[in-house]
């Protein structure tokens, strides 16, 4: 994975003085697999930095707004406020951080490493190739933020509304049904951290490997609601949990069931891991694509030709 070598030049946008001439996204690539290796190997508990460089990729990515353009990838304008201090952005201080480390070293922009972190921890966590290309440039401060409240929250209350909430979200991007579902199969990855979301625990059992185990899961196993933790009563926000306590689905997972339309593409990706790979990668590198310059022409415009956008 980590062998192939290219020199590509960065684009950036207009209106952003930043410029890096050129980067080594091979060598860029080899640093992120060993920043999480090492982690690998340091925590011993069979967890790593992957998954929550997927989160910062994707946290990254999410803001955007087909209609007014705005949000997206481009900027990596999370570094900042008002970004950094968002709810849903709690925990990512350290990814940021070390994947700061990687552009500079490397000479990408910040904006391009985010993403990339995400490409190659899905990647090398047995998931599927991503489509990815350098282009984006980087914001001089968070002045050109997007609002918060673009990113999905867990809950909304209800589960009608928070499939809802799911649409409102993910059809802003310009994704549709079948694309929610998809991405939500990133779940697979990684667990929730009581002190960044309140929420506690992993999806799966395998927290470090990409697979389709997310959709087996949430339709085989039997999901009630959280009521303790550690032999005390549960005071975290509302989430579900399997019958061995050790596993969770946050509200928006189980919503997935709910809804009639979602269901129908969990019950597909559930039997046929390599539809679900295909549909990911193409959902994921179109989320990363969002937002960076050079839509129609360059580099960029020539990954969302390929994937569609």
Not at 91 to 102: D, F, K, N, S, T
Request: with cysteine.
């Amino acid at each position: 994975m980590f062998s192939r070598a290219s020199l590509l030049r960065l684009i950036p946008a207009a209106a952003t003085p930043v410029f890096v001439a050129s980067c080594d996204e091979a060598s860029a690539r080899s640093a992120i697999a060993k920043l999480i290796e090492d982690s690998e190997e340091k925590r011993d508990d069979g967890t790593s930095m992957g998954p929550t460089f997927v989160r910062l990729a994707w946290h990254a990515s999410g803001t955007w707004c087909a209609k007014t353009k705005t949000g997206g990838s481009d900027g990596g304008r999370m570094k900042f406020c008002p970004e950094s201090r968002w709810g849903a952005n709690a925990g990512l201080a350290e990814a940021r951080r070390l994947i700061e480390g990687v552009a500079t070293a490397h000479g990408l922009s910040r904006a391009d490493a985010f993403t990339l972190s995400g490409v190659v921890a899905i990647e090398g966590m047995g998931g599927p190739t991503i489509a990815w290309q350098a282009g984006r440039s980087d914001a001089a401060d968070g002045s050109s933020s997007p609002p918060d409240g673009r990113l999905p929250d867990a809950d909304k209350g209800t589960l009608k509304g928070t499939v809802q909430h799911l649409r409102d979200i993910f059809h802003r991007m310009g994704f549709d049904d079948k694309d929610i579902v998809a991405l939500s199969g990133a779940h697979a990855l990684g667990r929730c951290h009581e002190t960044a979301s309140g929420y506690w625990g992993p999806w799966t059992f395998a927290e470090t490997t990409f697979s389709n185990e997310y959709f087996r899961l949430l339709l085989e196993e039997t999901w009630t609601l959280k009521t303790t933790h550690n032999g005390r009563a549960w005071t975290g926000p509302d989430q579900f949990e399997d019958p061995s306590g050790k596993l969770m689905m946050l509200p928006s997972d189980v919503a997935l069931l709910w809804d009639k339309e979602f269901r129908k593409h969990v019950e597909v990706y559930a039997k046929d891991e390599e539809l679900f790979f295909k549909d990911f990668a193409a959902a994921f590198a179109k989320l990363l694509a969002f937002g960076t310059p050079g839509a129609s022409t360059g580099l960029v415009g020539g990954l969302k030709a390929a994937v569609g956008l």
